[in-house]
C-alpha cells in the first residue's frame, strides 16, 4: 500500500524527447507538488495543485507542465528535453488545510543524454 | 520570503554519542517547522514537525527537536547516535498560506 507512487523510477532518454513522469497518491490528501532535486541534493518546488487548482507554478521552463487530473494524480510532461533536467524528480502530498506534513514518492531519476 | 539555513555540509558523531544538527530559519508570521530524513535512492521521510505548542517535540526513531523562538533556531537531536542514522537531513519552514522551503542538507555520518 504505497503512499505516494510515481512511475518510471529511472528514465533515460535523449535531448530533444518528450517525456513523462507519473504520480498517484492514496492518502486522501488535497494537495499535490512537484520538487525537482539536483545533483547536489538541493531540493527546489516546481508545481503544486490544490484540488486539481494550480497554486505554486515556480520559475520553471515552460517545457515543464503538471497535469492534475484529480486529487489524487498529478503528472509531469517534460518537452524538448535538455541536459540540464537530468535531476530526481519527486512527487508528494499532503494535507495542506492541517499544514500537514509532506509525503513523498520515491523519486523519478531523469538521465538526459 | 521564508528561508532555511543548515550551516554545516556534514556532521560526524561516533556512534552512542549525542547528535545535533542545526537549522535557522527566516519567515514572515508564525513558522511551521519540518525535519526530513533521506536515504539513498529514497524518497524524504517526515520525522517531526513543530506547529504550535511545547517547544519540544519529539519525532520518530527517537528524533526531538527544540524550537527556539528568539534564535529562531530548530536543531535536531538524538541522545544517542545509531550508524543507521548516517543520512541526509532536511530542515523545512513555511508560514501560513505559503510554499515550504527546504534546507541544503546536512550529511549525517555515525561511526561505528
Known amino acids: 500500500d504505497t503512499a505516494v507512487s510515481q512511475t518510471p523510477k529511472y528514465l533515460v532518454t535523449q535531448m530533444g524527447n518528450d517525456k513523462s513522469i507519473k504520480c498517484e497518491q492514496n492518502l486522501g490528501h488535497d494537495t499535490m507538488y512537484w520538487y525537482k532535486q539536483d545533483s547536489k541534493k538541493f531540493l527546489k518546488i516546481m508545481f503544486s495543485?490544490?484540488?486539481?487548482?494550480?497554486?505554486i507554478n515556480e520559475t520553471v521552463p515552460n517545457r515543464f507542465s503538471p497535469k492534475s487530473p484529480d486529487k489524487a494524480h498529478l503528472n509531469l510532461h517534460i518537452n524538448s528535453l535538455e541536459l540540464g533536467d537530468s535531476a530526481v524528480y519527486f512527487c508528494?502530498?499532503?494535507?495542506?488545510?492541517?499544514?500537514?506534513?509532506?509525503?513523498f514518492g520515491e523519486g523519478s531519476r531523469l538521465t538526459v543524454l | 520570503a521564508q528561508s532555511v539555513a543548515q550551516p554545516e555540509d556534514q556532521v560526524n558523531v561516533a556512534e552512542g554519542n549525542p547528535l545535533t544538527v542545526k537549522c535557522t530559519y527566516s519567515v514572515s508570521g508564525n513558522p511551521y517547522l519540518f525535519w526530513y530524513v533521506q536515504y539513498p535512492n529514497r524518497g524524504l521521510q517526515f520525522l517531526l514537525k513543530?506547529?504550535?505548542?511545547?517547544?519540544l517535540v519529539k519525532g520518530s526513531y527517537g528524533f526531538e527537536a527544540e524550537f527556539n523562538k528568539s534564535q529562531t533556531s530548530f536543531h535536531l537531536k538524538k541522545p544517542s547516535a545509531l550508524v543507521s542514522d548516517s543520512a541526509l537531513y532536511f530542515c523545512?519552514?513555511?508560514?501560513?498560506?505559503?510554499?515550504?522551503?527546504f534546507g541544503t542538507g546536512t550529511r549525517l555520518l555515525v561511526s561505528p
Open positions: 508528494a502530498s499532503s494535507q495542506e488545510r492541517t499544514v500537514g506534513e509532506l509525503f
Open positions: 495543485y490544490n484540488n486539481k487548482e494550480l497554486i
Open positions: 513543530y506547529i504550535t505548542g511545547d517547544n
Open positions: 523545512a519552514v513555511r508560514g501560513l498560506f505559503q510554499k515550504l522551503v
